[in-house]
């Protein structure tokens, strides 16, 4: 029984996942053509341009001074507090 649930765990939590992405996405795509049909041509630019570019993940990277770089955050606050 306990095998059957982890292995059905990530499969739940991926359909999890999927539908509340796909519910995102139509979210946005009602929003891009509410603002075609008011003719906000600038609105509608900017959320197809969103769309386009998709998920970047950002990264905190910096030198310390031996020119090393440090992606720990810890370490990257230190840096910045001398």
Request: aromatic share 4%; hydrophobic share 30%.
């Amino acid at each position: 029984m306990n095998t059957e649930n982890y292995k059905n765990e990530p499969r739940e939590a991926k359909k999890m996942c999927r539908a509340n992405n796909r519910a995102h996405v139509l979210k946005v795509l009602e929003g891009m053509e509410e603002a075609n049909e008011r003719n906000e041509a600038t609105k509608f630019c900017t959320i197809a341009n969103r769309m386009k570019e998709g998920y970047q993940p950002r990264t905190s990277v910096c030198k310390d001074r031996d020119n090393n770089l440090i992606g720990n955050d810890r370490l990257i606050m230190e840096i910045w507090k001398q």
